[in-house]
């Protein structure tokens, strides 16, 4: 079975503060990890994955991700955040195991507020 | 543009009505999936479709019956839905491989309100 959690429904960060929003996965063997944003009233959009090699994985808009398998997380960060970045972020995770099919589970999501 | 259309993009509909929603890719993927997307549960898979063939059903009711008539295309047709069947209907696709480590592709959905 694969799941992944996003502890934070919500996070709040001013204008130019860093943005790390959270996430954890558990797999049988080793993950596919995903990033998407949900802007208002649009579906959700890829940021950055990773499958292999380097953990940190760099993406869209400025975005990256560390992947850490010892503690099973795959924070995604951002050095300066925009207030144009305020959105639903989700995390996704796919087992590499082939019985996983295509099948990808995603978190409840997290609210990113930047304030001016 | 994200290459997944999907229409209509409101939809408002009585219990007793059948309706349909829409989706086409202009990617050239060969897998399609459905979701649902609602305030209790963000972000839940309904169905899943590779090369035609439907590979996934997560327990959804038969009220709810999809449709994939070629790669490019994925139809959910609705009938004698209930209020709390309200909600934001996703669809997406993507290429799968042998190593199904590409991302899937959203469209904008369709906000379906049930009266």
């Known amino acids: 079975a694969q799941s992944v959690a996003q502890p934070e429904d919500q996070v709040n960060v001013a204008e130019g503060n860093p943005l790390t929003v959270k996430c954890t996965y558990s797999?049988?063997?080793?993950?596919?990890l995903f990033w998407y944003v949900q802007y208002p009233n649009r579906g959700l959009q890829f940021l950055l994955k990773y499958i292999t090699g380097d953990n940190l994985v760099k993406g869209s808009y400025g975005f990256e991700a560390e992947f850490n398998k010892s503690q099973t997380s795959f924070h995604l960060k951002k050095p300066s955040a925009l207030v144009s970045d305020s959105a639903l972020y989700f995390c996704a995770v796919r087992d590499v195991i082939k019985a996983a099919g295509n099948k990808l589970t995603f978190g409840g999501g997290t609210r990113v507020l930047v304030k001016p | 543009e994200t290459g997944v259309t999907q229409t209509p993009r409101h939809l408002v509909m009585g219990m007793t009505n059948k309706k349909s929603l829409k989706c086409e890719q202009h990617?050239?993927?060969?897998?399609m999936y459905w979701y649902k997307q609602s305030a209790k549960k963000p972000l839940e898979l309904m169905f899943v479709?590779?090369?035609?063939?439907?590979?996934e059903n997560n327990s959804v009711p038969s009220r709810f019956s999809p449709e994939c008539p070629n790669s490019s295309h994925l139809f959910l047709h609705l009938h004698t839905l209930q209020p709390e069947d309200s909600a934001l209907y996703l669809c997406a696709s993507s290429q799968v491989g042998t190593d199904y480590n590409q991302p899937q592709h959203f469209g904008d959905g369709t906000r379906l309100s049930i009266l």
């Open positions: 797999v049988s063997g080793n993950p596919y």
């Open positions: 990617l050239g993927h060969n897998a």
């Open positions: 479709y590779n090369f035609k063939e439907q590979t």
